[in-house]
């Protein structure tokens, strides 16, 4: 029995599948095998993979280049004595670490969730009696009994059911409940038309149901779920990526910067201690300490924003990575709708009007499609309306979260159309007191019930269900006023027909009087003789702030797909009414493909298919997740939502999971990088929108912070080339680039978002991270950072100045260069004065503190002793300030002429 949980139980007739198992459905299974089997298979519950110990997980925090490169920055000023510094980037290493190890805990807790799914009770029959037990001790071959409200405790192969049906919604996408059978299927029939088979965590809704466990714990197609989050790889962000990138690339050129200065200055006769000093020197100023610390800062203040804006950001980096999206993989049930059906017409009288509002809220209007209509006008429809609201098993609430469905998704969006024709249901319901029902049969298709008409001396009998199989009893219909005529089945396939293109699930309604002494009814009392009521057509609709999202992304330049486990036209239907690029609603299900396409095809087919299709219908979980990868592997940034578990593999692996908060399954919430509170689409938009500023911040600080470093990079070479004193000393270097990291370049995180940011196209993922054009101007800046810090260091030696003074002239020309260049890199394109001088003003108080302290620096006794700097003159402040300017005023011409001469942007 070993391989049981390999075979397609669908597929095997009852006598085979009662023999595999070994098991008997008159007694269920013996005290001694349910012993053998649980030792065999272990208990009915997900298991955790055993993965590193947390302090493996924390000490992984420290392996990534631009950290080894601080760790060193460490090491160098702990050399140096200098403490405080050394605490300060130990510090930020530290922070940065334990944030990152508190995010890597998320597969661990997804698993825990689908572990929780599971624990329920189940009724099963063993040694001949029928009994409850905790689910987690069933055995594969145990016979189990199922009813209403149950969650299905594992994966059950039916052998016996009536009017079974199952909420399948979190496992397959499927937003209506299942109706199931015994009968045998097609070996290939995929998971969510295994009507045969009910599955572990999904819920009935209706009916009862006898089955045999054919999978438990890990192995049901929950617990393969499960497998596939723990090993779906977890991708680097676009940023993580290219910081990687740049701080190996970085590393490279500090220790060959590093290593050329200390040999050229032996061959020049230096002696060792002082070009280790000068190599120090050159490797603390080229590393970009403030580095980690912004990245965290702009990122959390990102955060903040986006919770601002109904997204919960569980992870820092995917803040970034929002504003690198260029595909959009949404789930459809639940995140593009609500998953409340709604009928959206009803045909009645020969009328096809149409209902405004979506959702259970009773709230909209009857319309003609010109106007307004009274629904008490059309006596028909109202009859109509009193059928889906009399016939019906299912109930309204209104609680704190709104309206909320208690039974049948298609009967409660049939309350809510009476509502809203202002018919109340418990007084029609005390109106017409129920006498008898004939409930719902897979082989009849209808369900009715028999009234008691108030004070009439009639009872009436209204039915619902399918089109055929209700008009196939009536002979005649009602008119708006109400009368008798003739009915015509034509018009009425026709009028169906145009609902059904429309992706509606309809549904239809008829009457019949009988004698009042009449109190129960049966199938032959309602097989002819009927009178024909009307349609109502339903479905699952797209929420209209969806729609407008979706426009928006795609104005912006980033695709949206639809991958769903619902049915082919229900998706394309869905898609035509949102409005998704590729998909025409006339040609039906000619532009979706299906979980049984995907699977026939190849690697290369599907990454095609991918990458061409927008709609994809009947999609297994691991096809959701291959499809992810096949987008990924086109090279795009691809952001995944959904709130069911059948959405957490594909979640974990997509660039950025987004999961619903209010409606999502806590899997997926773990398994996801951002929750949305109001479940509400656009909310994606905005934070993608969100997401750009954040990058665009970020770029803004790496364009402003590399050119100091560079700076202090080269003037250490040229002082060591030249044969000249050091203008700055590793304790000061490390002064300049914390200081001015903290409360300089910080302040760019407060910037806002400039126009029209959403009206550009996505960065493209395979583009390095700084432009040609950015890289240009680094470069540009730390010459002019190198040449005014060097030249004036040279012009106060040749006065005869201290080499203390010297070097404060050089410490203020970097401050005050970055100070006026900070200006420039408020837009990388536009002058300041464009977006409004004071339109960050965190900038403006950063720059007042930093004067401060840098007066501090030059004149106040106990820093000059701890930084090896002494009072200036106003004649060297008037050099300082000069340089600052000439920086700001030719940076601003360098952008003023790529305005005006090529439209590259940075």
């Known amino acids: 029995m070993e391989t049981i949980f390999s075979r397609h139980w669908h597929h095997l007739p009852e006598s085979e599948v009662v023999e595999l198992l070994d098991t008997n459905l008159e007694s269920g299974l013996d005290l001694f095998a349910i012993e053998d089997r649980q030792e065999r298979f272990g208990a009915n519950s997900i298991t955790s993979k055993k993965g590193h110990g947390a302090l493996v997980r924390f000490l992984l925090e420290f392996h990534q280049p631009l950290i080894y490169i601080l ?60 009994k409850h037990i905790p689910a987690t001790e069933l055995v594969p071959g145990d016979v189990v009994f199922l009813q209403s409200g149950d969650k299905v405790p594992a994966d059950i192969r039916l052998l016996r059911c009536r009017e079974l049906q199952t909420d399948e919604s979190s496992l397959t996408g499927e937003s209506l409940p299942v109706e199931k059978h015994t009968d045998l299927l097609e070996c290939d029939t995929v998971l969510a038309d295994r009507r045969n088979m009910v599955y572990s965590s999904t819920l009935v809704t209706y009916g009862t149901a006898t ?32 910081i990687a990138h740049f701080s190996k690339l970085l590393l490279y050129v500090i220790l060959g910067m590093a290593t ?106 009857f319309s003609d499609h010109k106007e307004a209509i009274d629904p008490c006008s059309n006596i028909a429809l109202a009859e109509c309306l009193k059928a889906g609201l009399l016939c019906n098993n299912s109930s309204l609430s209104h609680t704190e979260e709104g309206w909320q469905a208690d039974g049948d998704p298609t009967e409660a969006a049939l309350i809510t159309s009476a ?172 532009n979706v493909i299906t979980g049984k396409m995907l699977s026939e095809m190849s690697d290369t087919e599907l990454i095609d298919a991918a990458q061409e299709t927008a709609v994809f219908a009947r999609v297994a979980p691991e096809q959701k ?59 994606i938009e905005a934070s993608i929108e969100e997401g750009r500023g954040v990058f665009d911040n970020l770029i803004k600080f790496l364009t402003w912070t590399l050119p100091t470093n560079i700076g202090e990079g080269l003037v250490i070479m040229a002082a060591v080339f030249a044969g000249a004193q050091l203008p700055i000393l590793p304790v000061q270097i490390l002064w300049i680039n914390m200081t001015t990291a903290v409360f300089l370049g910080l302040m760019l995180a407060f910037e806002p978002k400039e126009p029209g940011i959403m009206l550009r196209s996505p960065r493209d993922p395979a583009s390095p991270i700084l432009s040609r054009t950015l890289i240009f101007r680094i470069l540009f800046v730390g010459t002019l950072l190198l040449i005014g810090a060097f030249g004036l260091f040279e012009w106060a030696l040749s006065l005869g100045k201290s080499e203390a003074a010297a070097r404060t002239v050089a410490v203020n020309v970097f401050v005050f260069g970055e100070l006026f260049y900070l200006f420039n890199c408020r837009s990388l394109t536009v002058s300041m004065f464009s977006i409004g001088l004071f ?9 007042g503190i930093m ?46 002429l790529r305005r005006i001469g090529t439209p590259e942007t940075g």
């Not at 229900?570 to 039906?588: C, H, P, R, S, Y």
Request: aromatic share 6%; net charge negative.
């Open 419 to 590: 509502l809203k024709a202002k018919i109340e249901p418990e007084s029609l319901k005390r109106e017409f007191p129920i006498l008898d029902t004939i409930p719902f049969e897979s082989q009849h298709q209808y369900m009715a019930t028999l009234h008691k008409e108030g004070s009439s001396k009639t009872t009436v009998a209204y039915l619902k269900g399918s089109v055929e199989s209700i008009l196939q009893r009536c002979d005649n219909t009602i008119d708006k006023a109400g009368t008798q005529t003739v009915l015509n089945p034509d018009t009425v396939h026709k009028r169906v027909d145009e609902l059904a293109s429309d992706g509606l699930r309809v549904l239809a309604f008829a009457r019949c009087e009988f004698p009042s002494s009449t109190i129960s009814i049966g199938h032959q009392d309602v097989a002819s003789g009927l009178s024909f009521l009307g349609l109502q057509g339903m479905i699952d609709p797209p929420r209209p702030e969806a729609v407008r999202a979706v426009h928006a992304c795609q104005a912006a330049g980033i695709q949206v797909k639809m991958i769903t486990g619902d049915h082919a036209g229900t998706a394309a239907a869905i898609a035509g009414q949102i409005g998704l690029n590729g998909v025409d609603q006339k040609e039906g299900t000619e």
């Open 851 to 896: 004067i401060v302290l840098q007066l501090a620096f030059t004149y106040v006794p106990i820093m000059n002793i701890m930084f090896h700097s002494e009072p200036i003159g106003l004649i060297e402040w008037s050099l300082i300030l000069g340089v600052g300017f000439m920086i700001y005023g030719i940076v601003g011409i360098e952008k003023w």
């Open 211 to 242: 089955g045999i466990v054919t999978g438990i714990g890990n192995s049901t197609e929950i617990g393969r779920i499960s497998e596939l989050i723990s090993s779906a790889v977890v991708l680097a962000t676009p940023l993580t990526r290219k």
């Open 71 to 130: 760790l060193v920055a460490v090491l160098v000023t702990a050399f140096l004595q200098e403490w405080v510094d050394a605490g300060v980037i130990l510090g930020v290493v530290l922070v940065n670490a334990f944030i990152g190890f508190i995010q890597e805990s998320k597969a661990i807790k997804a698993i825990e969730a689908l572990a929780r799914t599971m624990t329920s009770e189940a009724t099963v029959l063993r040694a001949g009696k029928k």
């Open 625 to 683: 997740l291959r499809l992810v990868e096949a987008l990924q592997y086109r090279g795009h940034v691809v952001a995944m939502t959904g709130d069911g578990v059948n959405d957490a593999p594909a979640l974990r692996r997509a660039d950025i999971g987004v999961a619903m908060g209010i409606t999502g399954t806590e899997v997926s919430k773990e398994a996801a990088d951002m929750v949305l509170t109001d479940d509400d689409f656009s909310s």
């Open 260 to 365: 050329v200065t200390f040999v050229v200055g032996i061959m020049r006769g230096e002696s060792w201690l002082h070009m280790f000093m000068a190599a120090v020197a050159l490797a603390v100023g080229a590393i970009p300490e403030g580095l980690p610390a912004a990245v965290t800062i702009t990122l959390a203040i990102g955060v903040g924003k986006m919770a601002k804006r109904h997204a919960i950001i569980r992870k820092l980096a995917a803040v970034e990575t929002l504003g690198s999206t260029t595909v959009i993989c949404s789930d459809k049930t639940g995140t593009l709708t609500k998953n409340q059906m709604t009928v959206r017409n009803v045909f009645a009288g020969g009328e096809l009007l149409t209902l405004s509002g979506i959702g259970y809220a009773p709230e909209g209007e």
């Open 839 to 847: 339109s960050n003003r965190w900038l403006l108080g950063g720059v």
